[in-house]
């Protein structure tokens, strides 16, 4: 059997939730102070696609994107993106085509999906469905909200990515 691994890295601002998402879909777990400084360099979760074994790689950063100091070694062989923003965080949605441009810089073009967590805190919401919709359409990506913390749609985010690397 040849084994299929799919390197995926998770970019947005500081404090949108992707260390949490990263623990939630590979150890089934959400603590509400996961250290930024206990960074690790990936972990990873198998799953099936048409019946065949697929090892998702998920790679955090520890931190750096909040001093813009996210390495070339973070995106290196990277083959699906998420791009990540909290929906009570406006300069984090403002931010996703820069960290959009960032990956093609260094990846060139790979299946992405934007990501809207913390949907769980809609009612205190700073972006409208509309605009976070017009941004998806805009830059070509499909759009999934999720709640890391009630574990909504998490599993469906790197299902997606996997199918879409798998059929390429
Ligand atoms: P990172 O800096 O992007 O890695 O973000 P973290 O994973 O460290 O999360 C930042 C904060 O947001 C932490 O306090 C998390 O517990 C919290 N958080 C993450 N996801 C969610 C979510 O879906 N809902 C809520 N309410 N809080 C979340
Ligand atoms: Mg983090």
């Known amino acids: 059997d040849i084994e299929i691994a799919i390197k995926v890295v998770i970019v947005g601002n ?3 939730g992707k260390s949490s998402m990263i623990q939630r879909y590979c150890k089934g777990i959400f603590t509400k102070d996961y250290k930024k400084t206990i960074g690790v360099d990936f972990l990873e979760r198998q799953i099936e696609i048409d019946g065949e074994d697929v090892r998702i790689m998920l790679w955090d950063t520890a931190g750096q ?6 390495t070339k070694a973070y995106y290196r062989g990277a083959q699906a993106c998420v791009l990540t923003f909290s929906t009570t965080d406006r300069a984090s949605f403002e ?3 820069d960290w959009k441009r960032k990956v093609e810089n260094e990846c060139n073009e790979i299946p992405t999906v934007i990501v809207q967590n ?3 805190l809609i009612e205190q919401s ?3 469905a509309d605009e976070v919709e017009t941004l998806a359409r805009n830059l070509n990506c ?3 909200r999720t709640s890391v913390k009630e574990d909504v ?8 990515l996997a199918t879409k690397c798998h059929q390429l």
């Open 65 to 70: 994107e909040e001093f813009d100091a996210i």
């Open 95 to 97: 931010a996703i085509r």
């Open 14 to 16: 500081g404090g949108v």
């Open 153 to 160: 749609n998490v599993a469906s985010v790197f299902r997606y």
């Open 142 to 144: 499909r759009l999934i």
């Open 118 to 120: 913390k949907i769980d």
């Open 126 to 128: 700073v972006v409208t």
